[in-house]
Each structure stands twice: as C-alpha cells, then as structure tokens.
C-alpha cells in the first residue's frame, strides 16, 4: 500500500509523455532502491523476485502498460481520448485478414529525439502486442491480461555469476 500511494502513483503521471526518455535508468534505480527498503533486502538485491512477489510492474513496463492502454483507448473508445489525440493515430490501411490488420500506421521519424516522442513510441509498443491482446476489447480485461504477461516474465529466483553477490555465494 505504501509503494502504491507514495511511489507508483508519481511513476504513472503522465508516462506516455515521458516514459520513453533516455533518463529513466534514474528513476528504474530509484524505484529498485523502493522495492528493497520496502521487503527490507540488502542494497544489492535481485529485485525482479521483488518486483513478482509483489506483484508489481517496473517503470519500463509501466510504460509498456500506459501506452498499450492508451492506444487501445484509441481504437476502441475514442471517446475517452482528448481530441487533440483522436486523428493523430490510425489503424493500417490493411483491410484483408492479414496479421497487421489492428496494427497503428506509423510515420518514419526524422531524428532520434521525435522517435521517442508519443506520436512514434506508443504506435510501436501497440504493434508490438500480441494480436491476441489487440483483439481485447474490453479495456480491464486487456490491462489484465498485459500486466499478468509482463509479471510472468519476471524470474522468481536469479542466481547469477558474481561473486559479490551477497544473495547467490551466501550459502
């Protein structure tokens, strides 16, 4: 509950805008300090255990979450979307039954700073979904299935090759 009102609420404000950017690894550090204060683990931790046992999301994918959520809102409830957003994405022009059908046409970015830029990044995250997320139309239960599929990748036990590692050369 503390990590909830204290921390993700702040991580969450406003991430499709800013949750591409190359100064994140700040805030990814900041949140694994979190984790570990918060199951009371050493400062070296493996934190992706953490992070499933608790059944929380790290930024980067928090990310992935917010703007998958975003452009589902864009091709199934345009409504909820401020206008300024409803015609700056739309689905491809693929009208046969080809895999790419609900995926979002992009235009080729001129720089590297616009590709990080919501207009390019959040068409990426959705196109790189599962067709199988992309057909869920009702948003809970595309949120659902996202963040249990994210949390899955996560290992439950790390055991790694560094010798300092309090955690794999205590025994």
């Known amino acids: 509950m503390l990590y909830s009102a204290l921390i993700q609420s702040h991580i969450q404000y406003g991430i499709q805008a800013w949750g591409n950017s190359p100064n994140i690894k700040h805030l990814q550090i900041l949140q694994k300090k979190a984790i570990r204060v918060i199951n009371n683990k050493p400062y070296k931790s493996h934190t992706d255990p953490l992070f499933k046992k608790n059944k929380l999301l790290k ?93 899955s990748e996560y290992a439950e036990v790390i055991r790694c090759n560094n010798t300092g590692c309090n955690e794999c050369f205590s025994l």
Not at 66 to 72: D, R
Not at 94 to 109: M, S, V, W
Request: no cysteine.
């Open 59 to 151: 930024i980067s994918d928090i990310f992935r979450v917010k703007a998958a959520l975003f452009m589902h809102d864009n091709i199934y409830n345009p409504d909820n979307l401020p206008i300024s957003f409803k015609k700056m994405f739309n689905l491809t022009d693929h009208h046969l039954g080809t895999r790419q059908k609900l995926d979002i046409a992009r235009q080729k970015p001129r720089t590297n700073f616009s590709e990080r830029l919501t207009k390019h990044s959040l068409p990426i995250v959705w196109n790189n979904l599962d067709d199988n997320f992309k057909k869920l139309h009702k948003r809970s239960e595309f949120k659902r299935n996202i963040t249990l599929q994210l949390l």
